[in-house]
DNA sequence: ATCTCCTGATTTACTCCGACATATTATCAT
DNA sequence: ATGATAATATGTCGGAGTAAATCAGGAGAT
């Protein structure tokens, strides 16, 4: 991949790919990075449960082989996404879930990174499924042409190289990614991020168990059609479907997906 | 709820509130926190633009009077939140608009620190028509009896207190809290802080140009005995009213509603 | 002569260290 | 029980050294 998640600037720079990004000496980001997302990795997978106290900055620091610096950059990265907060004598603990921004593109990967939570999943599913066909409506009304155009392309690319590809589910991406821009509502957008990250590891789940049982190709089509059409309630209607079909094939995809009551 | 956006950790502590929470000490939070502020509300106010490059750390902290240290954790904050970006020799520089988590609480806070863009505002609305009338769909099929009961409690300090007051405002919050909880789904919970936050802000926009000029208790009620009911169809349909009703107070209070076409 | 690619030098962020200041909790005496 | 006091962990500071990426220069190929 080409550093989806990693936070990368100068994108406007044409290409330097030297194809050696990954540095390899370990940590590919920088160090107080790798830090924040082996803490938050653990915290997201209940390593360190809500109430938790971490140990003592210069202890934890010690134990982790990194100034106290870095540490403590690391925590304040934490702490800018809600999963902790510090106090003198207090120490740093872990704040209850609800205090966490889910919704954080990074905080979303490293709750994808070890198993992830099924409940989650349904969760993000059911938001989609709420949030999706709405901009999709919007988008059928809202729509430029250079819109039509990127989405014409991505939807290209996706049959091109189809979902079993990297390059494939990058479009994939891209095409949600352009219906949520062509939303023309930046609120809307923000959630491209957070949703586009939910379908991408999703996705990856659907790959890992079997071959795709469906053809994703024709209900992308229904919306594509919708919108650059500018038929609104068709644009919607499309959309729920597309969404409704891919949870179901993510939901036979995981073994058994529980209809948990809530606490 | 005391102190709703500074981040204060055990609440589960039964009560400590001294009442002189704000130390007056110049910052409140710590110094990297409101150095973070600074910095965030200067970047939301278009001080510092997109592909703007901010002065070296050295420099920049000198002239801020305060350590690199307490810099640097500042910069990481602001990067957690996707708002820079930093890399050796090519120095720290403000990401584009896409990049920023615009949902994030304290985000927010940021971008209504000063005169809020008015094409967000409207953003904000239509992402809440879209998200609390779901919502209250789902919560009108599994409230629990606690669910109504803390929305009932929200709706009579509502009442009791009117939105004039800090503390009807705050009930305010309670009663959309309440229903984004009673949902059922963490991911709609977690926008309920950021969706808590334009409500906050927008709600005191109204207050500042005139008197409200309308009861916002029917509408409310309409909603509660809905989801009480379990009415999901109807829960849909009142709370649809009452944010198109919100929007209409909010937009009639700021003066010039621009139909801005996106660019 | 122009362009490409490689090489090195400079600038900048990154990391580390040790010390002091501050705030909060816990202890102890009244 | 209440107040002052001490202990402890986070917060802040300043400097030194490391690593990395960009820019400039030069050698080579077109």
Redesign the interface.
């Known amino acids: 991949m080409k550093t989806s998640e990693t936070?990368?600037?100068?994108e406007q720079k044409p290409e330097a790919a030297k194809a050696k990004t990954a540095t390899g000496h370990g940590p590919g980001r920088r160090l107080?990075g790798a830090l924040?997302h082996k803490l938050g990795t653990a915290i997201l997978s209940g390593q360190y449960g809500p109430?938790d106290v971490l140990p003592g900055e210069v202890a934890f620091a010690e134990e982790l082989k990194v100034s106290r610096?870095a540490y403590?950059?690391a925590i304040?990265?934490l702490?800018?996404?809600?999963l902790v907060?510090?106090?003198p004598k207090?120490g740093t603990?872990v704040?209850?879930?609800?205090r966490?921004?889910?919704?954080?593109?990074?905080v979303l990967a490293w709750a994808f990174a070890g198993e992830p939570d099924v409940?989650?999943v349904r969760?993000?599913f059911?938001?989609r499924s709420?949030?999706e066909p709405?901009a999709a409506r919007?988008a059928a009304m809202?729509r430029?042409k250079d819109d039509v155009r990127v989405m014409r392309d991505a939807l290209a690319a996706m049959r091109r190289h189809t979902l079993t590809t990297e390059a494939g589910r990058a479009a994939d991406r891209d095409f949600h990614d352009a219906i949520l821009r062509a939303s023309?509502?930046?609120?809307?957008?923000?959630?491209s991020a957070s949703i586009g990250a939910a379908v991408h590891w999703t996705t990856q789940f659907k790959q890992r168990s079997r071959e795709l049982p469906r053809n994703p190709i024709p209900d992308h089509v229904r919306v594509f059609d919708a919108i650059a059409a500018g038929d609104a309630d068709a644009a919607a209607e499309a959309m729920g479907v597309l969404v409704d079909l891919a949870l179901e094939d993510t939901r036979s995809s995981m073994q058994h997906w529980p209809r948990e009551e809530?606490a």
Chains 1, 2 share one sequence.
């Not at 936070?7 to 100068?10: E, T």
């Not at 702490?79 to 809600?82: V, Y």
């Not at 966490?100 to 990074?106: A, F, G, R, S």
């Not at 023309?184 to 959630?191: D, E, H, S, W």
């Open positions: 936070g990368d600037l100068a107080h924040a109430g610096s403590r950059e304040q990265v702490t800018a996404k809600g907060a510090s106090r207090a603990r704040l209850p879930r609800e966490w921004n889910l919704l954080d593109p990074e409940g989650f969760d993000l059911e938001l709420i949030i709405a919007l809202r430029s023309g509502n930046q609120a809307m957008f923000v959630l809530r």
